[in-house]
């Protein structure tokens, strides 16, 4: 959008703009990290870093998937939603339908993928546009957890189901090394793959991808249904971090998630954006709140501070995007 | 619009045929069923906790289909209502004039919303990231300022919508005066075609000689103005003000919106059809209860409502392609 010479090598043009944003926000984490390690001792400590790490598994690997949406010029906005679906479902399955707890994970995780290939296929086929498809799922989603569970809890989950949420891998929590495997794949699959490079052509010019013969529909149905998949991933962690299911889990969870991927400098028409800058806008954000947190800010204040951070950086790229655009 | 001949039978017939006909059908068949099913439905006090317990939803959703149709949206509106509402009593527990108590935080609210659309028309930030932004601002704040506390001791005479003029309950006057007005002008003043204009197509509407940063700017305002008046109505109608933000009251007030037949896509839809859905989605939330069901079904039939409000408006805009 920026650029306005096509013939300009669009590639390394792109990625000097990204480098530029994912710099800047590099720059804002190094002076917040120092800034708040001077304010408390207790912030800058492997202890707290490590839960920091936790916390963050379930909105982190929402945002892989959601990088990959908002790229295509689309907006997942269900995401939230289909967590609580999710862990409803897997409470469900396993208490009221006597499932086996494996098997009633893998049909919770089995409804994610369906939920989010159920966005996908209207948005694709029926054209419905994703920001009013996703939020009518929002609704449909939440409404169908509250119905199913009528707001009863489940709880009482055997010992080994802990280990994703609780437990930890060579002094690491164990999510936390999922979610740094699937940031690591998710970077390559975008950087260096077809599929990745399918992804900014469909969101540059949807209509030309189309015209070049991708398979624009089935690409984006796909992202989707991934998208829908890593929600109930993310639910079962939840479930397993905080031992039981409600139906209200995950309310907002895609608003942290948005604006982590904004922050992180994936533009919101489209087009451009990478896996790099979303880990350093989830990182951002998590550190911020616990950091503010730590050095007395109360809680929900902290979401202040984000508001303000996330409008502020789209507001700076903008004006670097405008100086490079004058240049 | 109306062609000259066959004018009238042809509006008549968008009457009947669209997106308003096809809500107030809705409703009257809504009212019919239940009230067969279960007659307390119909019960005064029934359809008065239905009408005033919800008019603040209808006129924040004229001010959010005015947004939509501009081709922009506010999830902040939620977050704005909920800090107004606690503005407003706050004051008015201050001691402060009760008509000032009322007015401040409409003032406030359209500075904020000015804010908002600042950043959206000039500063070019795409408004679905702007208003979560503020979303988030907002929330927090009231949350800091407040520590959650509830607001009690309203002074007399504060309650503005527990007012009946003409035996008519307030909100309902708000609501409908507030409507028709909205219509009007957006029907026939030339800022009102604007908001159209711009949403149906930027580029043409620039050619025409219409500034798209003025319009955008415009509706956050008129936008603000109405979100200040709903929260004073929200404020206004229990003798508590709880100082938080109302759950999920975006999410309401869009749907209202985008089942009142706006288009998301921008350019379509009207102030009316908006109102007559927030009506036909608060009568759905009271009657789940005469009828049996558990109201943990309602958000639910509300996620199914819209997404047969989108798919039917994209099956018409699509005959109508076809037909020309």
């Known amino acids: ?327 | 619009m109306a062609i000259a001949i066959g004018g009238r039978t042809r509006r008549l017939r968008r009457i009947v045929v669209g997106q308003e006909g096809v809500l107030l059908a809705a409703i009257v068949l809504l009212f019919l069923v239940v009230g067969a099913l279960n007659p307390r439905f119909l019960a005064e006090t029934n359809l008065q906790s239905i009408f005033l317990g919800n008019a603040y939803i209808a006129v924040a959703a004229i001010g959010m289909s005015m947004v939509i149709i501009s081709g922009n949206i506010d999830v902040s509106v939620g977050s704005l209502i909920g800090c107004m509402a606690t503005l407003s009593g706050s004051l008015a527990v201050a001691g402060w004039p009760i008509p000032l108590s009322w007015l401040v935080p409409i003032v406030a609210s359209m500075a904020i919303t000015s804010v908002m659309g600042f950043l959206v028309a000039y500063l070019r930030i795409p408004s679905i990231v702007a208003s979560l932004g503020m979303m988030s601002i907002l929330k927090g704040s009231l949350i800091i300022v407040t520590g959650g506390a509830w607001i009690s001791n309203l002074p007399d005479g504060y309650a503005l919508a527990q007012m009946r003029p003409l035996s008519v309950p307030m909100p309902v006057w708000f609501m409908v005066v507030l409507t028709a007005a909205a219509a009007a002008w957006m029907r026939y003043s030339a800022a009102g075609r604007a908001i159209y204009a711009v949403g149906g197509n930027a580029e043409a509407a620039r050619l025409a000689g219409i500034s798209r940063e003025r319009v955008v700017m415009m509706v956050f305002m008129v936008h603000g103005l109405f979100a200040g008046i709903a929260a004073v109505l929200f404020a206004t109608q229990l003798s508590v003000i709880q100082s938080t933000v109302p759950p999920n009251l975006e999410l309401t007030i869009i749907t209202a919106s985008v089942v009142g037949g706006v288009s998301i896509l921008g350019g379509t839809g009207t102030v009316v059809g908006s109102t007559l859905a927030a009506v036909l989605l608060a009568a759905i939330g009271s009657s789940l209860i005469f009828v049996n069901i558990s109201p943990y079904w309602l958000r639910a039939v509300q996620g199914v409502l819209i997404l047969a409000t989108v798919l039917a408006d994209l099956a018409r805009r699509r005959r109508q392609a076809a037909h020309r």
């Open chain 1, 1 to 327: 959008m920026a650029t306005a010479d096509p013939r300009a090598a669009m590639p390394g043009r792109l990625h000097g703009l990204m480098l530029r944003h994912e710099m800047v926000l590099a720059a804002i984490l190094v002076a917040a990290l120092f800034v708040l390690s001077l304010q408390t001792d207790r912030f800058l400590t492997t202890d707290n870093l490590l839960n920091q790490g936790r916390l963050m598994a379930e909105i982190g690997l929402i945002a892989l998937p959601m990088t990959y949406i908002i790229i295509t010029a689309g907006i997942d906005l269900s995401v939230g939603s289909i967590m609580g679906l999710c862990a409803i479902m897997l409470g469900y399955g396993w208490k009221n339908l006597g499932l086996p707890l494996e098997l009633s994970i893998a049909l919770s995780l089995l409804i994610g993928t369906i939920a989010g290939a159920v966005n996908g296929w209207f948005i694709t086929r029926v054209r419905v546009p994703p920001l009013i498809m996703t939020l009518a799922t929002l609704a449909l989603y939440r409404g169908l957890a509250e119905g199913i569970s009528q707001a009863r809890s489940v709880r009482g989950y055997p010992d080994w189901f802990f280990v994703l949420g609780q437990g930890e891998l060579l002094g690491v929590p164990t999510q936390l090394w999922l979610l740094l495997v699937a940031t690591v794949v998710a970077a390559v699959v975008l950087a260096r793959t077809s599929f990745g490079r399918m992804l900014y052509a469909i969101g540059s010019n949807e209509t030309a991808a189309r015209f070049s013969g991708l398979p624009v529909d089935r690409c984006k149905i796909a992202i989707y249904a991934l998208s829908g998949f890593t929600a109930g991933l993310a639910a079962w962690i939840f479930v397993s971090r905080v031992s039981t299911t409600r139906s209200d889990m995950g309310t907002g969870v895609e608003l942290d998630v948005i604006a982590a991927v904004v922050l992180g400098g994936t533009s919101i028409f489209g087009g451009t954006g990478t896996i790099l800058g979303t880990a350093l806008g989830v990182v951002l954000v998590q550190l911020l709140k616990n950091g503010l947190a730590l050095t007395g800010v109360k809680g929900d204040a902290t979401i202040v501070v984000i508001g303000s951070v996330l409008i502020l950086s789209i507001l700076v790229s903008n004006w670097l995007r405008a100086r490079r655009g004058v240049d």
